[in-house]
């Protein structure tokens, strides 16, 4: 009999976690099943359970449920209680253990997948919102020069920025508090690219060799991103590989093994 595991989201028909997973089984030959779960609005805890009780031994959570995961567990790893946010649950016995990879995803793409090292960068986090939290952690520990966050709503940003002051240097505002500084790496963790809308940027943000990073994928040159190629960032990347890389995690987090990424990244990118 087959381990069961889902995604649970709403949306979910789009998803690409079940693809992922399916790939990573074959790879590390782990006879599991992976589905795609829709919740209603107000329904996520009833799914989760339902899914446990038949049997289910593991969830992805997606948007926009990850904080009701968060409330939804009664264990939680360190990372993912510093993000308040959860992206996958393990069932264990009476355990129901939260975690989230988002953020140990989106550094190992920018480190190894994009060879961009992290230490001494400065770094400008675009958004405040459930990605922005989930990311900061592990983006302080890899110990750049700073992180300035800058957000629409400038009150969240700065807010942001008081939670991990005691992880390292981290300040937060609005856009216009950006002025004329020049960063290494700017992320996109808002979700503008949804509505191929741009965050108001000041100009001339990027410094020599600067990587340009939009969380969002599979929208191809998002106007943050043509806003970097136009503005002579040196790199320009999407958030496919944070995707598949924070299912690895959650894949080794399950079932102990951790299966290669790269192949998976190639296929989907083909696809
Ligand atoms: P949230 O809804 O929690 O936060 C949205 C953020 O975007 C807020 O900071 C909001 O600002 C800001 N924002 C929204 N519209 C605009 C706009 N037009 N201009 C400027 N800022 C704007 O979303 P999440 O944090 O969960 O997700 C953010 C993005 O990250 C999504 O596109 C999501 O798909 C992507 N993502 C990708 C992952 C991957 O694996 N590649 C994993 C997780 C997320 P304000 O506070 O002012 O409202």
């Not at 949306?11 to 099943?33: C, E, L, V, Y």
């Not at 808002?190 to 060799?209: C, K, R, V, Y």
């Amino acid at each position: 009999m087959p381990d069961r595991y889902a995604v649970i989201g709403n949306p979910i028909a789009h998803s690409k976690s079940p693809a992922i997973h399916a790939a990573f089984a074959r790879q590390t030959q782990q006879d599991i099943i992976y589905e795609a779960l829709l919740a209603p609005l107000d329904g996520f805890d009833a799914v989760v359970t339902s899914f446990h009780l038949n049997g289910g031994r593991g969830v992805n959570v997606t948007v926009p449920f990850k904080e009701q995961a968060f409330r939804y567990v009664n264990d939680l790893t360190e990372r993912a209680r510093v993000a308040q946010a959860v992206n996958t649950i393990k069932f264990d016995g009476d355990r129901v253990l939260g975690d989230n990879t988002d953020g140990v995803g989106l550094t190992r793409d920018i480190v190894h997948n994009l060879a961009f090292p992290l230490e001494r960068r400065r770094i400008l986090l675009l958004g405040a919102g459930g990605a922005a939290r989930g990311v900061l952690g592990p983006l302080i520990a890899a110990r750049p020069a700073e992180v300035v966050i800058a957000n629409r709503t400038a009150a969240r940003a700065a807010q942001l920025a008081r939670v991990f002051s005691s992880h390292g240097p981290v300040r937060g505002g609005g856009y216009e508090e950006i002025g004329y500084a020049r960063f290494d790496l700017v992320i996109n963790a808002t979700s503008a690219s949804l509505d191929n809308a741009l965050p108001p940027l000041p100009p001339d943000i990027f410094a020599p060799g600067a990587l340009a990073y939009d969380m969002m994928y599979g929208k191809g040159l998002t106007p943050f991103l043509a806003f970097a190629e136009a503005q002579g960032a040196a790199r320009l990347a999407d958030g496919l590989g944070m995707l598949v890389e924070q299912a690895a995690e959650a894949f080794f987090l399950w079932r102990g093994v951790r299966p290669q990424t790269a192949p998976v990244i190639e296929t989907l990118r083909k696809a």
